[in-house]
C-alpha cells in the first residue's frame, strides 16, 4: 500500500424505487430547470416506460419538455453533435438520458457540445475547464452498463471510425433516478445478457489488483443481488423486486468498475465492433475461460466471489473454491440461454487475427489479475469458441 494515494468517490446521488420517476419533476425545478431535453433512441418511444416519463413529466406544467430521439445502439459523433444542436436551438436547460447505455452516454456527452459547439470529439481534452456543464438526469431502462453513474461515454469518432472514450468528471450525472417499472418491458435475452455484463463488471473489478476495498465491497454485494436476482427477472420480466434488485446491481457494477476491469472485456470489445456481437453477451461467453485462465495462475483467486454467490466454498481448497465457483458461473450463464460458445454468434477462425490485435491493444487487459500476452489472448478466444 506503498504511494500513490489512492482516491475514493461514490458521488452520485440516486433515488430508487417503483414509480421514483414520479419525482423527476420537483428534481428539475430544484435544479431551476424548466425545459429539458429527452435524449433517447427511437425504438424506446412505443415502449410503456416512456409512457411513464411523459406522464410523470405531464404532471407539472411549468414543465415544457423537448425530445431528440436519434442515439444509435451504437453511438456516433453525429448523434452527440445533433442532440446539442436540439439542446441549443430548443432554448433547453437540461438533459434527461433516458434509455440503455447508448442514449445515457449521448446525453452525458452532448453537454460538452453544448458548452463548446465548435469542438470536433476528436479534440476533446481533459485538462480543459469543463466546469458548469447543462445539468443531466440519468434514467436507465437496462440494468445492466451502470453508464448513469460512469464518468465516461464512448462514441465512435468521425474522423477514425474508432470508438473513443470520453472521460471526465464533469460528465457525471446530476442524478440517477433507478425506477424498476422502467425495465419491466426489457425481453429476457436482453435482460440475460445486460445482466451478466454488469456480473462481469463486479467479477472484474473485485479482482483486479488496484487498491481499492470501498469498491471490493460494493462489487461482492452486486454479485450477491445478481445471482439473487438475475434468473428471476429472466423468468418473469415484471418481477418488481428482482428488477429492482438488477438496476441496483448494475449502478453498483459500474462503481466498482471504476476500481478498472479484466481480459474479458478487453475481448469482448472487438467481437462488438468486429463481429457485431452485444456487449453483454460477448462478456458472458468469454467470462468463463477467463476465470479459468486467472485461476490456474492465482489459485483462490474466486473464492471470495464463491462466497458472495452464497456456494459452498469457504473450507474448500483453492483450486476447489475456483473450479466450484467457475462452475457455477457457467451454469448460471447457460441457464441464462447463453451457454453457447462464439461460434453460435457467428465468429469463425478468419476473424482470430484482427479480433487479438485489438483485444491487445485495449487497455482493460492492464488490470487483470494476471499479466496476459497477445497469445494468451488468441488461446482465450479459442477457448471460448
Ligand atoms: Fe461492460
Same mark, same amino acid.
Given at each position: 500500500m506503498s504511494s500513490p494515494a489512492a482516491t475514493f468517490s461514490f458521488p452520485t446521488t440516486t433515488v430508487f424505487g417503483p414509480g421514483a420517476i414520479g419525482g423527476l419533476p420537483?428534481?428539475?425545478q430544484q435544479f431551476g430547470c424548466?425545459?429539458?431535453?429527452?435524449?433517447?433512441?427511437?425504438?424506446?418511444?412505443?415502449?410503456?416506460?416512456?409512457?411513464?416519463?411523459?406522464?410523470?413529466?405531464?404532471g407539472s406544467p411549468a414543465l415544457r419538455p423537448e425530445v431528440f430521439s436519434g442515439v444509435h445502439p451504437n453511438p456516433v &459523433?453525429?448523434?452527440?453533435? *445533433?442532440?446539442? @444542436?436540439?439542446? !441549443?436551438?430548443? /432554448?433547453? +436547460? $437540461?438533459v434527461i438520458a433516458f434509455g440503455g447505455g447508448s442514449a445515457l452516454d449521448v446525453g452525458?456527452?452532448?453537454?460538452?457540445?453544448?458548452?463548446?459547439?465548435?469542438?470536433?470529439?476528436?479534440?476533446?481534452?481533459?485538462?480543459?475547464?469543463?466546469?458548469?456543464?447543462?445539468?443531466?438526469?440519468?434514467?436507465?431502462?437496462t440494468a445492466g452498463t451502470g453508464s448513469e453513474v460512469g464518468r465516461s461515454s464512448v462514441v465512435t469518432l468521425d474522423s477514425t471510425k474508432r470508438k473513443a472514450v470520453l472521460f471526465h468528471p464533469q460528465l457525471l450525472a446530476r442524478l440517477v433516478i433507478l425506477?424498476? &417499472?422502467?425495465?419491466?418491458? *426489457?425481453?429476457? @435475452?436482453?435482460? !440475460?445478457?445486460? /445482466?451478466? +455484463? $454488469?456480473?462481469?463488471?463486479c467479477i472484474e473489478s473485485f479482482t483486479s489488483p488496484v487498491f481499492h476495498p470501498l469498491c471490493d465491497g460494493v462489487a461482492l454485494e452486486g454479485i450477491h443481488l445478481i445471482v439473487e436476482s438475475l434468473p428471476r427477472a429472466f423468468r418473469d420480466g415484471k418481477d418488481l423486486d428482482a428488477r429492482g434488485k438488477m438496476l441496483v446491481a448494475a449502478a453498483m457494477?459500474?462503481?466498482?468498475?471504476?476500481?478498472?476491469?479484466?481480459?474479458?472485456?478487453?475481448?469482448?470489445?472487438?467481437?462488438?465492433?468486429?463481429?457485431?456481437?452485444?456487449?453483454?453477451?460477448?462478456?458472458?461467453?468469454?467470462?468463463?475461460?477467463?476465470?479459468?485462465?486467472?485461476a490456474q495462475r492465482k489459485p483462490g483467486l474466486y473464492r471470495r466471489v464463491g462466497v458472495a454467490a452464497g456456494i459452498d466454498?469457504?473450507?474448500?481448497?483453492?483450486?476447489?473454491?475456483?473450479?466450484?465457483?467457475?462452475?457455477?458461473?457457467?451454469?448460471?450463464?447457460?441457464?441464462?440461454?447463453l451457454g453457447e460458445g462464439l461460434r453460435a454468434f457467428g465468429v469463425t477462425e478468419s476473424h482470430l487475427?484482427?479480433?487479438?490485435?485489438?483485444?491487445?491493444?485495449?487497455p482493460c487487459h492492464q488490470t487483470n489479475p494476471v499479466p496476459v500476452t497477445r497469445d494468451e489472448l488468441r488461446a482465450l478466444y479459442v477457448a471460448s469458441m
Open positions: 420537483a428534481r428539475l424548466k425545459r429539458p431535453l429527452i435524449v433517447t433512441d427511437p425504438g424506446l418511444l412505443e415502449t410503456r416506460a416512456y409512457q411513464l416519463l411523459e406522464k410523470a413529466l405531464a &459523433e453525429q448523434d452527440v453533435v *445533433l442532440a446539442a @444542436k436540439a439542446f !441549443a436551438e430548443k /432554448g433547453c +436547460d $437540461a452525458k456527452a452532448c453537454r460538452l457540445l453544448i458548452k463548446r459547439p465548435d469542438l470536433a470529439l476528436a479534440s476533446f481534452n481533459f485538462n480543459d475547464d469543463w466546469c458548469g456543464l447543462a445539468p443531466c438526469v440519468c434514467v436507465p431502462t425506477d424498476p &417499472e422502467l425495465t419491466f418491458d *426489457l425481453p429476457p @435475452k436482453l435482460t !440475460a445478457a445486460t /445482466g451478466l +455484463d $454488469a456480473l462481469t463488471h457494477g459500474a462503481v466498482a468498475f471504476q476500481k478498472d476491469l479484466g481480459a474479458t472485456h478487453s475481448l469482448a470489445h472487438p467481437l462488438s465492433s468486429l463481429c457485431g456481437m452485444h456487449h453483454g453477451t460477448a462478456n458472458a461467453v468469454c467470462l468463463p475461460a477467463v476465470m479459468d485462465f486467472n466454498v469457504l473450507k474448500a481448497g483453492d483450486t476447489e473454491a475456483d473450479r466450484r465457483t467457475i462452475g457455477f458461473v457457467r451454469g448460471l450463464i447457460r441457464e441464462l440461454g487475427d484482427e479480433l487479438v490485435e485489438q483485444a491487445f491493444a485495449d
